[in-house]
């Protein structure tokens, strides 16, 4: 099972991204997916996920602003990312399978300038 993280970068505030994480290999057990981030110096938190029958959550800071999706055909999820803010800076992990992850993508750094 290998989960890979894309689609950071660096934007201004007010600016948007897509994540994108991708499954390979065997079924992690569920096509849930969790995306979390992790800023420098701070814990990782949990940031939105996406059950296996597409049951949506989002942590509070992103609400409205963020978007979980899914294409099965893809084995894809995505995090689309609108009206970013410099607290939104971290890096971006995806894991799977939810809600309790075993496998986890590499990360993909997300830098929100002011």
């Known amino acids: 099972v290998q989960l890979q993280a894309s689609g950071g970068g660096l934007v201004q505030a007010g600016g948007s991204l897509r994540l994108s994480c991708v499954l390979s290999?065997?079924?992690?057990?569920?096509?849930?997916v969790g995306w979390f981030r992790q800023a420098p110096g701070k814990e990782r938190e949990f940031v939105s996920s996406?059950?296996?029958?597409?049951?949506?959550v989002y942590v509070d800071p992103v609400k409205g602003r963020f978007t979980i999706s899914r294409d099965n055909r893809k084995r894809t999820v995505y995090l689309q990312m609108n009206d970013l803010k410099p607290e939104d800076t971290a890096v971006y992990y995806c894991?799977?399978?939810?809600?309790?992850?075993?496998?986890w993508g590499q990360g993909t750094q997300v830098t929100v300038s002011s």
């Open positions: 996406i059950g296996d029958l597409g049951s949506r």
């Open positions: 894991g799977a399978p939810w809600p309790v992850p075993r496998y």
């Open positions: 290999g065997p079924s992690p057990g569920g096509s849930g």
